[in-house]
């Protein structure tokens, strides 16, 4: 009997010498079995040319969940990371597996062997959008060479439909949700409905939704040219390091930051929670260091000053929260009771009066023109410009 537990969700990774891909097969619509894993039949490979009697399509597609069933009948999901594809897809070439391929996962097949395959870099300029395929950047794709003339009856026919891969990997269980990686006018209606409840269900969660008020999807690209060239900056530095630092949405986000595109409030929550953490890490006499190259491409301290003072214009940011000093507007930290005044900055004192002071974090001091007699940790005090005019 099958029991649903489609909540369950395990990512495949490599961790033994024997684990990978060490076949393809042809299929019509994949099977589900314990000892391997395949895509559902939702991915199909297209045929390239009559003449050449080529076939193309993806591999692996990236954070695609694949039902699977256990031993006891019970159904549970798994995917694989850009990450780990790109491993897989480097093993199964340097082990010269191009030509080990099935028949729904039965008999191996001979006449039938990898022409081409590689990893998608960009999903709208790729060169499988030739063959109608929009897929998401880190897709394995590959086009197969069909030699045997009784196979490529069954490409014709549309008894074989698809790639299929054979292999075994190691089970990690995740608690992630895995993103959609399309664009809206790519989105098939049961994915659109699922995207539109999310859109839902973040909206319900709004204060301004229980208060009866008007809620706009709000997106921001007011965060100036200073925020785009940090990250213009750490692009460059990530490039001439081997591309090695910070993960794929680090990579992402500094391409949309560089290229000033607008971003929502969950995306300046996740920057503003990231630059504070990252803010350790950033050495500017050390600009090849991954913390450094990391931190520039989320937008730097422009980014972080910026991303913390829009939360606050939106009335999302803690102020108030334990372990973020404060400092007086002269540069001094201040460590005593503070309360909230009428504009909702954090203050000196427990309750307000005409003596209590505004606190700034540290971003705020340091985008100031001045701070005489500053005592703040490793800035040195300025002088105020005097005014020509």
């Known amino acids: 009997m099958i029991k649903d537990n489609t909540e369950e969700l395990y990512e495949l990774i490599l961790q033994d010498d024997e684990d990978g891909v060490f076949a393809n097969s042809l299929v019509e619509s994949p099977a589900i079995e314990r ?9 199909a490979f297209q045929s390239v040319s009559d003449e050449k009697q080529l076939v193309a399509g993806p591999i692996l597609v990236p954070n695609k969940k694949i039902l699977r069933i256990d ?3 019970k159904r549970y999901h798994v995917f694989f990371t850009p990450q780990t594809i790109e491993m897989v897809a480097r093993k199964f070439m340097k082990n010269k597996y191009g030509d080990e391929v099935t028949l729904e996962h039965g008999s191996k097949t001979s006449g039938v062997y990898l022409t081409e395959s590689w990893i998608i870099e960009e999903s709208k300029k790729d060169k499988s959008n030739l063959y109608g395929f929009t897929l998401p950047k880190g897709t394995w794709f590959g086009i197969y060479k069909i030699e045997e003339p009784k196979v490529w009856q069954k490409v014709k026919d549309r008894t074989f439909r698809g790639f299929s891969i054979e292999g075994l990997f190691e089970h990690k269980k995740s608690d992630v949700k895995l993103t959609l990686e399309k664009d809206i006018e790519e989105l098939t209606e049961i994915e ?6 999310q859109i839902k269900a973040l909206i319900k969660k709004d204060k301004r939704y229980k208060a009866k008020q008007r809620i706009e999807m ?18 460059e530095l990530n490039e001439k390091n081997g591309n090695k630092c910070a ?4 990579k992402v986000r500094a391409q949309q930051l560089a290229n000033g595109e607008p971003i929502s409030v969950e995306t300046i929550k996740r920057m503003y929670s990231y ?34 003072n829009k939360l606050r214009e939106l009335g999302l940011l803690q102020e108030n929260a334990e372990g973020v000093p404060h400092y007086t507007a002269d540069g001094k930290l ?19 009066t005409a003596s209590s002071k505004p606190l700034y974090h540290k971003e705020e001091l340091e985008a100031m023109p001045s701070i005489p007699a500053s005592t703040y940790p490793g800035e040195a005090a300025k002088k105020r410009k005097k005014d020509d005019k």
């Open 192 to 197: 659109a409905e699922v995207l539109l409840g």
């Open 218 to 235: 709000e997106t921001y690209s007011d965060y100036g040219s200073g925020i785009s060239n940090n990250a213009k900056k750490g692009i």
């Open 35 to 43: 000892d391997f894993v395949w895509l559902n039949k939702e991915v």
């Open 71 to 73: 031993g006891e009948g």
């Open 334 to 352: 201040y460590e005593g009771p503070t309360h909230k005044g009428p504009d909702g900055r954090l203050m000196t004192g427990e309750t307000h």
């Open 247 to 250: 993960t794929q949405t680090g």
């Open 275 to 308: 630059l504070s953490r990252a803010e350790a890490y950033y050495d500017e006499s050390d600009m090849n260091a991954c913390g450094t190259i990391s931190f520039l491409l989320w937008g730097g301290k422009a980014g972080l000053a910026w991303s913390r």
